[in-house]
């Protein structure tokens, strides 16, 4: 390649960018990498609203920041965009921002430009107040709608660990037994990170692995759901009111159901039942569990994301996916230590985790032949010659395998302490929560 290939990094001030960047250098560095040859001749573009200065780029990625140049925009216009991919002949766009994503893909997608996000933004959703409890449900039914008359651009959406990894790792259990099709698919993770020196911790503070606004919309603004095929059951109450447990092997957590992009997705196209169970450190669980009766005051609390920078991390992440069958189970996750992840990317868990889900569309979107349109990881798995595990297991070398003799069941029969009683509520909510989600058209995707 004689001229510079050209990327473009939206949102790159943030932590999943400063991953992303940080697996981008040692791929400069590493002729074997999936996108050395790329990264070798390429133009990196750094956009944010709140830019951050070059010193701050060269602590984590060296090399590679001398092939950057930074610009502070507010993408609030696509137009802002499209001016600058037309200017710097931006051929790829990254997209690790709170920009809209309809509006960013669209922009892609006249210019006729490649395009990776890790999970999917609305500006218009964020200030409907009438939707607050839905949000994530409202982001999901109004790209549905539009994804289909992208015709020109190369996109795959919602490429992090969760949604994205976990997909692959889903499509990979269940290709290995053709034969059985699930009852049910569980994206689930345990985050234990939090800093080793108690004494930094404080009172009224959300701490975790990644943005703290994000996770809070979705542990105590939105409904905690469920799907079953191309339905979406919404539970009238708190997300941290109930616990569901999950088994992999030896280790046995409990965890809350919140609503995520890809087990919705699952749901509808493997026609199975999903939910995203999740169980964060217990520090801002006990925050959570201790003022359901007035869950909006945690909107008051600090708020911190757990990152190396400010003091060390203990504890793991670990995320994956639990298959259900009639009389087993079978499960597939990763698990990174924080030491680990400092030791070699200089971050937090989580994020080389999610940023090894962007390493691998935009790897799939370069190297694979993608047709124009937008693409989910599970879509893109399916085929036979897919590499994006290859392109994943790259930077994520450690993945379980195993199965469970026996089964825990469906969602509602994982309820932590649930006696009779509890299931019949937990029946006659169900029926009612079908009943309003038809009625609102919300949940019904």
Aim: proline residues 3%; contains cysteine.
């Amino acid at each position: 390649m004689d001229n510079p290939f050209v990327i473009t990094v939206l949102g790159s001030s943030g932590g999943v960018a400063r991953a992303l960047l940080t697996l981008f250098e040692r791929s400069l560095l590493d002729e074997q990498a999936p996108l050395h040859h790329y990264l070798s001749n390429a133009k990196i573009h750094g956009i944010d609203r709140e830019q951050k200065p070059r010193s701050y780029y060269r602590e984590f990625a060296p090399e590679l920041s001398s092939r950057l140049k930074l610009h502070q925009l507010d993408l609030t216009h696509a137009e802002t965009l499209k001016q600058h991919c037309m200017r710097t002949k931006t051929q790829l766009v990254i997209d690790l921002s709170w920009a809209d994503t309809r509006s960013m893909i669209a922009c892609c997608d006249e210019l006729g430009i490649a395009y990776v996000n890790t999970a999917l933004e609305d500006t218009e959703v964020d200030e409907m107040p009438e939707v607050e409890a839905t949000s994530l449900l409202e982001r999901i039914d109004r790209f549905e709608k539009v994804e289909h008359t992208f015709k020109k651009v190369r996109a795959i959406v919602c490429s992090g660990m969760n949604p994205g990894v976990v997909q692959w790792m889903a499509v990979k259990m269940m290709k290995e037994n053709p034969d059985q099709k699930p009852r049910a698919i569980y994206v689930v993770e345990k985050d234990d990170t939090f800093y080793t020196d108690r004494s930094l911790v404080k009172p009224k503070t959300v701490y975790v692995t990644w943005s703290p606004e994000c996770f809070l919309e979705e542990a105590i603004s939105n409904y905690p759901v469920y799907s079953i095929s191309d339905t979406t059951y919404m539970l009238f109450d708190d997300v941290y009111n109930r616990e569901y447990t999950v088994r992999l092997g030896d280790l046995t957590f409990s965890g809350c159901i919140m609503a995520h992009e890809e087990t919705i997705a699952l749901a509808e196209d493997y026609e199975l039942e999903t939910a995203f169970i999740y169980r964060v450190n217990d520090y801002t669980t006990e925050q959570i569990q201790d003022n359901l009766d007035n869950v909006d005051d945690l909107w008051e609390y600090d708020q911190k994301l757990l990152h190396p920078d400010d003091g060390e991390l203990s504890g793991s992440d670990l995320v994956g996916v639990l298959l259900v069958y009639d009389d087993h189970e079978r499960y597939m996750y990763n698990s990174i230590k924080n030491e680990d992840a400092y030791a070699e990317f200089k971050t937090n868990a989580t994020y080389v985790q999610v940023a090894s889900g962007v390493y691998a569309a935009a790897a799939v979107i370069l190297l694979d032949g993608v047709e124009p349109g937008v693409h989910w990881v599970h879509d893109l798995t399916e085929a036979e010659d897919s590499r994006y595990g290859d392109y994943v297991t790259y930077y994520l070398r450690e993945f379980v395998t195993g199965t469970n003799e026996g089964t825990d069941g469906l969602l509602l029969a994982r309820l932590v302490d649930d006696d009779d009683e509890d299931e019949d509520d937990e029946d006659d909510e169900d029926d009612e929560d079908e009943d309003a989600n038809e009625e609102d058209d919300i949940a019904v995707l």
